[in-house]
């Protein structure tokens, strides 16, 4: 007999990009904004503290409202959570346990692990030779999964094929989850698709396009039967995920449209220059419709990770066998990505 559940036991866990403590780096190894959030963040959290004796509002309503609002949904067909990862965990609860799900071979690798976590048979179908989604091979008659823009390709996939895989999926009795953590620098989205589908799940975060990586919080929206079934999960899990903080916090950020679209439009730019000049140095890159660029460093790119680790760059590399020759560069300022574009370029063209 072990001390360890055999749940404990058998899983696998994730992997995050490394947070060093000990040393400035131009951080771009976990997609985080390299702008600071809202200054309305600042205000809303000022002066809370008094107030944190409370439980915060379980139901985290002024901020299911500002999403709802920008979004242009009922603050019904919303649900929040610790960061979309609890979002996603939930889901994963709440429409896949015991079921087959398919995700793309080469996706965000929280789903694998939180398959293991909730039993789900999970089988990956994978990418086409150009990296983008494999959408007839998808569509088995069970639930899907996939991120889009997909991570760690930067591909989107058009609402069109979304659509079809929605339409799939409902006539199967199954949930699409769509993890949209990185739609805010994409062209589409699937919030269309809600008006229609009531078996669409959208999972989207503060992370990246809100600043907000340090606060953890993440949002789902879909029909009030799905919303149901995640506060379900969530009641038996921790009835108050969001704290007073990330609520004010999260509900300021989303308020302020004109900053997000601001800093946005910076990173969109400093990456369509960065992937502009790598293409022009003959450096394969891939198109992306997210705040990171996925590269292709030479046979391993190990070396030039490490290479640019020394020269104080932390970027993204994933050692399995697809993904090996391809680094994760996530956009830092206008600044940084042209300092950093030298070093890939002066790096993998050994120049
Ligand atoms: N989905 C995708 C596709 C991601 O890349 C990330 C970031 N690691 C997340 C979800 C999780 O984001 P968070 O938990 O910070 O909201």
Redesign the pocket.
Known sequence: MAYESDLALRLVPYTAGEQPKDRQFIKLNT?ENPYPPSPKVAEAIEGLCDSLRLYPDMEATQLREAIAQVNGVEPEMVFCGN???EV?AFAFAAFFAGKRLLTPDVT?SFYPVYANLFGVEHEAVPLKADFTVDVEGMMQGCPMAL?NPN?PTGIELPQSEIRRMAQHARDNGAVLLV?E?YAAFAQETAVPLLKEFDNVLIVR?F?KSHAL?GM?V?YAMGSQRLIDALRRIRDSFNSYPLDRLAQAAATASMLDVDYTAKTVALVVAARDRAFARLQESGIEVLKSATNFLFVKAGEDAAPVQKALREEGILVRHFGSPRLKSWLRVTIGTTEDMEKVTDALIRHIKGE
């Open positions: 997609n960061g979309s990862d996603l965000y991120a991570a993890d953590a975060t992370s990586a953890r993440g």
